[in-house]
T-cell receptor, first 112, second 112 residues
């Protein structure tokens, strides 16, 4: 299994500002994934973060808006930049072990 | 092609009844089909999963039925309990589990 800790668990932010979300895993993993879950919606993959290389972004997501860092094999950050109310969502960090994906508890972001 | 369609959006079942959630996919490259359970304020957790080389998998009260020719799979929850009330997501993955595509989710309420 994998234990994933995310910080903060929730935040209320002003539009135009940025928020950095931290994800810590209890053991080393090659890939870490960042998802967005909009209110009442499904999970959408934002990007895949590999240690030592640039993150790979999914269609519709760009590095300028969602910069990602992956300084080591147990930690990653996702920044939501220049926020607008449309960015209000739950952001989830995930890792996979063999064929199972594990998720953090998520960061509930509200942009006002 | 990348979508996984899930139905129904919401479901109310009496305690002791059978809950059935259906999913359909298009991409024949998908080779792993998990179901996730999510409680409010928590990240999704793996419930049960199946590979396309079997037609059914059962774990306790939870059963996945898989129809490869129809590109459909479903989750059956037998003897549904109020504690099963949660949101359920089907998903599909490929590329050695580097990608995980989620269905739109089903909100299940099991009434006492």
């Amino acid at each position: 299994s994998a234990v994933i800790s995310q910080k903060p668990s929730r935040d209320i932010c002003q539009r135009g500002t940025s928020l950095t979300i931290q994800c810590q895993v209890d053991s080393q993993v090659t890939m870490m994934f960042w998802y967005r879950q909009q209110p009442g919606q499904s999970l959408t993959l934002i990007a895949t973060a590999n240690q030592g290389s640039e993150a790979t972004y999914e269609s519709g997501f760009v590095i300028d808006k969602f910069p990602i860092s992956r300084p080591n094999l147990t930690f990653s950050t996702l920044t939501v930049s220049n926020m607008s109310p449309e960015d209000s969502s739950i952001y989830l960090c995930s890792v996979s072990r063999q064929t199972e994906a594990f998720f953090g508890q998520g960061t509930r972001l509200t942009v006002v | 092609q990348q979508q996984v369609k899930q139905s129904p959006q919401s479901l109310i079942v009496q305690k002791g009844g059978i809950s059935i959630i259906n999913c359909a996919y298009e991409n024949t490259a998908f080779d792993y089909f998990p179901w996730y359970q999510q409680f409010p304020g928590k990240g999704p957790a793996l419930l049960i999963a199946i590979r396309p080389d079997v037609s059914e998998k059962k774990e306790g009260r939870f059963t996945i039925s898989f129809n490869k020719s129809a590109k459909q799979f479903s989750l059956h929850i037998m003897d549904s309990q109020p504690g099963d009330s949660a949101t359920y997501f089907c998903a599909a993955s490929y590329l050695g589990f580097q990608k995980l595509v989620f269905g739109t989710g089903t909100r299940l309420l099991v009434s006492p």
